[in-house]
């Protein structure tokens, strides 16, 4: 059974850094390109940063590019996002999600809380 | 960047209703495209990919059309378990976007 448990969620001052992590046990997790999604509170999805499965290549959305990082530990089925120089805007649950071989995210995580506060 | 316009933004219908919720793309996506339901608190759940594939184990009920710029999703009779929001995404290029959202509420 697939499984996607992101942590790592926390309350941040402007400015700071956080890292917040996704482990994915119950599947080949080096054979999926991965995603990061984010929702602030009472809000819509907002894709946030795709990889590939061999964590090649990356992506990012206009909001956070140059500010965040994307990337995976295949050997130890486990995504990451680094997040530097964070805004109030980024305050949001983050979301973790398996990209399906055809098309569309066919797992997600529970998601994780990021807030970024003074 | 590819603009998703999902409309109605809010929706109220009642058991039994036929639903069809509409997503138009900025340019031409191709079938790349794939609609997803949230419940509140918890995380979205896949329903269709490529435009009308129906995700393993997601009721007949719904069901997805469209190709280019003009997507649909529809739900052929309600059921109280799928009032949620609904959103679409495309995947025909990066920066990957989500449509704004539907609620679907009880009248």
């Known amino acids: 059974e697939v499984q996607l448990l992101e942590s790592g969620g926390d309350l941040v001052q402007p400015g700071g850094s956080l890292r917040v992590s996704c482990a994915a046990p119950?599947?080949?997790?080096?054979?999926?390109?991965m995603s990061w999604v984010r929702q602030a509170p009472g809000k819509g999805l907002e894709w946030v940063s795709g990889?590939?499965?061999?964590?090649?290549?990356?992506y990012y959305a206009d909001s956070v590019k140059g500010r965040f990082t994307i990337s995976r530990d295949n050997s130890k089925n486990t995504l990451y996002l680094q997040m530097n120089s964070l805004r109030a805007d980024d305050t949001a649950v983050y979301y973790c999600?398996?990209?399906?071989?055809?098309?569309?995210?066919?797992?997600w995580g529970q998601g994780t809380l990021v807030t970024v506060s003074s | 960047d590819i603009q998703l316009t999902q409309s109605p933004s809010f929706l109220s219908a009642s058991v039994g209703d036929r639903v069809t919720i509409t997503c138009r793309a900025s340019?031409?996506?191709?079938?790349?495209l794939a609609w997803y339901q949230q419940k509140p608190g918890k995380a979205p759940k896949l329903l269709i990919y490529?435009?009308?594939t129906l995700q393993s184990g997601v009721p007949s009920r719904f069901s997805g059309s469209g190709s280019g710029t003009e997507f649909t999703l529809t739900i052929s009779s309600l059921q109280p378990e799928d009032f949620a929001t609904y959103y679409c995404?495309?995947?025909?290029?990066?920066?990957?976007?989500f449509g704004g959202g539907t609620k679907v509420e009880i009248k």
């Open positions: 999600a398996k990209a399906g071989r055809t098309g569309g995210y066919d797992s």
């Open positions: 119950g599947f080949t997790f080096s054979s999926y390109a």
């Open positions: 990889i590939s499965d061999s964590g090649f290549t990356t």
């Open positions: 340019q031409g996506i191709s079938r790349d």
């Open positions: 490529v435009a009308s």
């Open positions: 995404q495309q995947l025909n290029s990066y920066p990957l976007t």
